[in-house]
């Protein structure tokens, strides 16, 4: 491989590693003989030490931008090194890889060159290149420039398998603040572009079964957290909307590094609020698969997660008229509720009681957490914690309404502190 091409990757994937909107989705592109495929099989994720995708070629078309974003490395006025591929390199470095085996797929950003269209357009190139003449059919997530017309987003979403649009920073007033170049109307235009696109599409496919997909693995997008002022119950609020209206995929939340530390806009922080970042992504696992509403996680009375205990188990704690729950008789959006369920766990639930009643020893084997459970839960026999853990089978346990919310709090905290504190559920495992 080329020096000059070497050293561009070194500087524009390291430019890169901030966006984490990046893990790949599950879509199937067929293989026509070309190479690679996008199948939900085909692709594996991985994650580095603090849980950002490593499993794409991920990397910026240019790291040299006209825009002066406060919270952003690549920004204008900072004097670090720039360099920008072509097209055609960064075609053949992507085939390259993907020949050694290095990587799966592409994900695709970069700085604003000399305006949006002429960023989009150059991006596109190299979508096209690797998919008209290298015959790529490995998955590309491509993130769009903010402002970019709506012709070239629709051209985007012809190729790449994922498009993610970047809301940054949650409200109009502080996004102005911290990116004077950028509104949230040069954002959620794209959205909406991709929205119809995506819905045109799919009623072309009813009519025509050949019509090329657009954008088959939909749309994503990512708030960056702590670098404005924005509290929980407003970053979710928005989640919750994006998901019912524009229907995306997934919202990516990245914890706020201060790489300009000097800037004055921006907190003094000196390390990314992971924690927060964290409960925020248990949160919004809470509005797609658990049918939290965003008001019931944060509000105006709790506009912030609770960073020691996780929203599920905050939320039961903050109502126990909800509880207990009887595992043998209450539906299953109830079941759902309980500290220590899963969405799996709640549907196996609902199947086996129809065979009989259900028993802690039972709950355990189906892989229900029985420590966080316990407080939440009736069941045939009752189970009861013991001071080596959880004894089943003993006589019924107190539930929240007989000890109270705060000594269940301060139990739940206690035997978490016996496990490592540092430990953090990452958005890729099961729901809590
Ligand atoms: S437009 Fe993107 S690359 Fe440019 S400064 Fe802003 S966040 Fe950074």
Not at 69 to 76: F, L, P
Not at 132 to 139: D, I, L, Q, S
Not at 295 to 313: F, G, R, S, T, V
């Amino acid at each position: 491989m080329h020096r000059d091409v070497i050293k561009k990757v070194e500087i524009l994937a390291d430019a890169a590693k901030y966006d984490v909107s990046c893990s790949s989705s599950g879509v199937g592109r067929a293989n026509n003989g070309g190479l690679g495929n996008a199948a939900a099989w085909g692709i594996c994720h991985s994650y580095s030490a603090d849980g950002r995708c490593i499993s794409l070629l991920k990397t910026l078309l240019s790291n040299y931008c006209l825009y002066d974003c406060a919270y952003c490395i690549n920004r204008r006025s900072n004097d670090i090194p720039r360099a920008a591929f072509t097209s055609r390199e960064l075609a053949e470095l992507t085939i390259e890889f993907y020949r050694r085996n290095y990587i799966e797929g592409l994900f695709l950003s970069s700085g604003v060159l000399k305006s949006a269209d002429y960023t989009m357009e150059q991006m596109i190139g190299v979508l096209k290149r690797l998919r008209n003449e290298h015959r790529f059919n490995g998955y590309i997530h491509m993130k769009t420039i903010p402002g970019a017309s709506d012709d070239l987003v629709r051209q985007a979403g012809l190729y790449a398998d994922r498009l993610s649009v970047n809301i940054e920073i949650p409200t109009e007033e502080n996004l102005k603040k911290l990116a004077p170049e950028k509104d949230h109307q040069s954002v959620y235009q794209p959205i909406k572009s991709i929205q119809e696109g995506i819905a045109e599409n799919r009623e072309d496919r009813k009519k025509f079964r050949s019509t090329p997909r657009f954008t088959p693995a939909g749309q994503s997008t990512q708030m960056i957290i702590g670098a404005s002022d924005e509290r929980d119950n407003r970053i979710l609020s928005l989640s919750s909307s994006l998901y019912e209206g524009p229907k995306l995929k997934r919202v990516y939340y990245s914890g706020f590094v201060p790489v300009n530390e000097y800037d004055r806009r921006l907190p003094q922080i000196k390390a990314a609020p992971l924690v927060r970042e964290n409960r925020l992504y248990q949160a919004d696992w809470l509005l797609r698969f658990y049918d939290f509403t965003a008001e019931e996680i944060a509000n105006d009375q709790y506009p912030d997660l609770d960073l020691e205990l996780d929203p599920k188990l905050s939320w039961a704690i903050r109502h126990p008229e909800w509880f207990p729950v009887d595992v043998n008789r209450d539906d299953y959006q109830r079941i759902l509720r309980i500290p220590g369920v899963g969405v799996k766990t709640a549907r196996l639930i609902v199947m086996a009681r129809r065979r009989g009643r259900l028993r802690a020893e039972h709950l355990t084997k189906m892989g229900v957490i029985m420590k966080r459970a316990v407080y939440f839960i009736t069941c045939e026999g009752g189970a009861a914690p013991s001071s080596g853990g959880l004894k089943v089978g003993g006589p019924a346990a107190a539930t929240i309404n007989e000890l109270g919310p705060a000594q269940v709090r301060n139990l739940l905290l206690s035997k978490k502190k016996k496990h490592d504190p540092r430990q953090l559920w990452l958005p890729f495992q099961d729901a809590p």
